[in-house]
């Protein structure tokens, strides 16, 4: 006789069978296969041979085209001996390729670095700007080992957008002059002072060659067409290089050209000279750009690869650190420029397809192999040509994407002073001075609260708050508060994000003590929207009788008669409306990222869901369920019409050819309950009569009244107890026919063949909460039609804690 019977989940013992793979059997003789576990199952390492995919070298090759050009214009435009750029490249391909905890982000000289080593090499000289490259990558050490690199990310991206356009505009001011065939200041102000003189009198030839790089590096990504696609694969700072060099050498063209000495005189980092605060704050001040700027790029990275299929999973920030650190140690000693993370290497790295760090790394091996074996077509590149380069660099630095979003949250002001304090006084400076603006921003939105009381023509009292409330508003709230005579009807708007625990006691005991001389008090949001609070029996936004809880999975459901509707509106348009307020207000801000990304990559549900229209049934209630977890289908009574039937009833068997063969679900649920409708609407049908689309639709049914009349085919039964009445026992046992009308899709039989789908039966007791799995318990007797007779309903428990 089929069953129901009562188990208890218990994570130590069952794990769920999809998206969690199971480990092969152990087999003597031979060593197991070990299978691919997600990154929260920590496997033991299995040596296994190193393989480079072909991916990553492809990847590595573009990502080298693109750093190659690049290193040596920002060795330019900080003053520094060019080959420093090819070190950096190097140690950090190499070194924090090797290390990182990024495994796709790659590091090297960085455009954000510029204006900062520029500074110090002016002040300091070369062999001291690399000691301090190195102290600076030590401090990243000690950061690293005391994890704080993911609280580095607390700077308000203002600050660091802000930081990032002025030394954007620093360096885009000062390549100027070189592109105009002139040399730049060292301060940005006299670089502006000084470029109307040099716009006067250009040199023609470096111009032109700026012009040709620019041109091409704006218009390679607009080239249209398929051969557009086919040429845009390569790098456009690659082609805007060679073709610039190309064209000089061609023309005969007399220009500052790069200048590679030999690497026996190439300079190594010495002993730092100079004042001691000083030399402390450079290193404070690299240690800054350089952390900020790396742990920026994991996360971003992080992004890139969350679209992708194979994912690496999140950067390990705190092992990032300390690989930059350890780059920064290699490449200061051996007389490189300081090492970052690098946006747009990085990004060229992800979308070149790039698998594994081995893509990084070789990009660094190439650096190599260019420095050694291709120093003569180097030193035919025009200095005009990579100053170009690196001015682009710059401007794309000051982002009109950053500026409207920090617009759109009213830090402009904190952007526009970090922006002026770096191009102005320097970036440490800036950073100073954009924080302490951000300090003054949070202190004056938290004491900027705006209270009035207004006594509408129907008497009553409207108390609005504009921001924040703390305890430096609560001695105005307090006077508008007692503004309300007793007894009177009263409604708080509260438009702020934030209430402190004063307010809240103010706010909670002028109400008690207005409700108890018999006035009344509405909480309310902007919109007009009750705010929904956890039970206090007296408390505000609550009755006595209201029996709502945090806890309940509607935050908004009304336990008691629905407030009045609006004048010349309905009760439910206006339930609705309230409904979605919520949602949008509370809900919405939650779910947002998650929907995202279900938007940019489409749904891939596990299983198929079909259940009951009933509105008392809600799946992802009781399957602990969240977006894109399940494919629901919803029909009155559960039904699933078999096959091949000319009834109009297309809707079902399309949907769960779509499942099956389109979104690939690797289970199927049939899920019937109690109280069902439509199962008494089966057991109480006359025979006869007109047919209604109800009648119609039911009689897919009616192979489940026939299979529990029968009396050859035991009935499904529950555990420790039998069916409460004829009601229920129809519903037990149109789950287990649904399942069989399943069988029946050719769909479903073939991917059932292939062991790539599962049935599943499943019973919810409304009045219970209580669920239940159908199991099967066929005798090996049983024939293929009657696999689904013996059935066992399993009840589901919550597991002890």
């Not at 199952?41 to 090759?61: C, H, K, M, Y």
């Not at 001691?276 to 994991?298: E, K, R, Y």
């Not at 409904?579 to 198929?608: D, H, K, W, Y």
Request: net charge positive; proline share 7%; glycine share 10%.
């Amino acid at each position: 006789m089929p069953a129901c019977v009562p188990t208890r989940t218990d994570d130590s013992s069952h794990m769920p069978d999809e998206g969690r793979p199971h480990s092969p059997p152990r087999s003597s003789g031979r060593a197991p296969r070990i299978p691919r576990f997600p990154r929260r199952f920590r496997l033991p390492r299995v040596p296994r041979t190193p393989r480079i995919a072909a991916a990553d070298l492809s990847a590595s090759i573009a990502v080298f085209l693109i750093a190659l050009p690049l290193s040596l214009g920002i060795a330019l435009a900080t003053g520094a001996p060019l080959q420093a750029g090819l070190v950096a490249a190097a140690a950090g391909g190499l070194v924090a390729g090797r290390l990182g905890g990024a495994p796709l982000q790659v590091s090297g000289p960085a455009a954000g670095l510029t204006v900062v080593t520029a500074d110090l090499i002016q002040k300091y000289g070369w062999r001291t700007t690399c000691a301090i490259t190195v102290l600076a990558g030590l401090v990243q050490l000690v950061l690293g080992f005391a994890r704080v690199a993911r609280s580095a990310l607390a700077v308000s991206p203002a600050i660091v957008h802000g930081m990032l356009a002025g030394i954007g505009l620093t360096i885009a001011v000062a390549q100027l002059h070189i592109v105009l065939g002139g040399s730049p200041s060292s301060s940005v102000v006299d670089n502006v002072r000084e470029l109307p003189a040099q716009l006067a009198h250009p040199h023609v030839a470096a111009l032109s060659m700026s012009a040709l790089t620019l041109t091409i590096l704006l218009a390679w990504s607009r080239l249209p067409g398929r051969a557009g696609r086919i040429l845009r694969t390569v790098p456009a700072a690659l082609v805007a290089v060679a073709t610039a060099t190309a064209t000089a050498a061609l023309a005969g063209l007399t220009l500052p050209k790069v200048d590679l000495p030999s690497w026996r005189s190439h300079a190594l980092a010495g002993l730092p000279e100079g004042p001691a605060l000083g030399i402390i704050a450079a290193v404070l001040t690299t240690t800054l750009v350089c952390s900020v700027q790396s742990l920026l790029g994991a996360v971003a990275v992080d992004k890139l690869t969350a679209r992708l299929p194979a994912q690496q999973g999140r950067s390990d920030l705190d092992r990032e650190l300390l690989g930059q650190g350890a780059a920064n140690i290699v490449a200061g000693t051996l007389g490189g420029l300081p090492v970052a993370g690098v946006a747009v290497r990085s990004s060229a790295n992800v979308r070149a397809g790039a698998l594994s760090r081995n893509s990084t790394m070789l990009h660094g091996v190439w650096v190599v192999v260019a420095a050694l074996l291709m120093v003569p077509l180097l030193e035919l590149i025009p200095l005009a040509a990579l100053a170009a380069l690196v001015m682009a660099v710059g401007i794309q630095m000051v982002s009109l994407h950053h500026i409207r979003t920090v617009t759109r949250h009213r830090e402009v002001l904190v952007y526009a002073t970090t922006t002026l304090g770096v191009v102005v006084l320097g970036v440490l400076e800036g950073v100073v001075l954009g924080i302490a603006m951000a300090v003054g921003v949070a202190l004056h939105r938290l004491t900027r609260t705006r209270i009035t009381c207004e006594v509408a023509p129907d008497g009553v009292h409207h108390i609005r708050v504009r921001g924040q409330l703390t305890f430096l508003a609560v001695p105005r709230l307090s006077r508008a508060l007692h503004l309300v005579p007793p007894g009177a009807e009263a409604v708080v708007e509260l438009d702020g994000s934030f209430m402190d625990h004063a307010a809240y006691e103010s706010l909670h005991d002028w109400q008690s003590a207005h409700t108890t001389r018999g006035g009344s008090v509405e909480l309310t949001g902007r919109t007009g929207a009750r705010l929904a609070e956890p039970h206090v029996k007296g408390g505000y936004g609550q009755s006595s009788h209201c029996h709502c809880r945090p806890w309940t999975p509607w935050r908004n459901h009304h336990c008691e008669s629905p407030e009045s509707p609006p004048p010349g509106g309905h009760a439910s348009g206006h339930q609705l409306a309230t409904g979605i307020s919520t949602f949008q207000r509370n809900t919405a801000p939650l779910v947002r990222g998650e929907l995202a990304r279900l938007a940019r990559e489409g749904q891939r549900p596990a299983q198929l869901f079909l259940t009951c229209a009933d509105s008392r049934l809600v799946t992802s209630m009781i399957t602990s369920s969240g977006p894109g977890d399940l494919f629901v289908v919803r029909n009155v009574g559960n039904l699933v019409p078999p096959p091949g039937q000319e009834s109009g009833d297309d809707s079902v068997a399309a949907a769960i050819e779509y499942a099956v063969e389109v979104l690939q679900v690797r289970s199927i649920t049939v899920c019937g309950h109690s109280g069902c409708g439509a199962m008494q609407a089966l057991m109480n049908t006359e025979p006869g009569g007109t047919p209604t689309p109800l009648k119609r639709w039911l009689r897919h049914g009616l192979p489940s009244v026939e299979r529990m009349a029968a009396k050859d085919r035991p009935c499904t039964r529950i555990a420790g107890r039998a069916p409460a009445d004829a009601a229920e026992q129809l519903c037990l046992t149109n789950v287990v026919q649904q399942l069989e009308h399943l069988r029946a899709y050719e769909a479903v039989a073939r991917a059932l063949e292939e062991g790539a789908l599962e049935l599943h039966g499943m019973y919810f007791h409304v009045g219970e909460a209580q669920a239940y799995l159908l199991t099967e318990a066929t005798s090996h007797g049983a024939e293929e039609g009657e696999l689904f007779d013996r059935v066992t309903a399993t009840a589901l428990h919550d597991s002890p804690a």
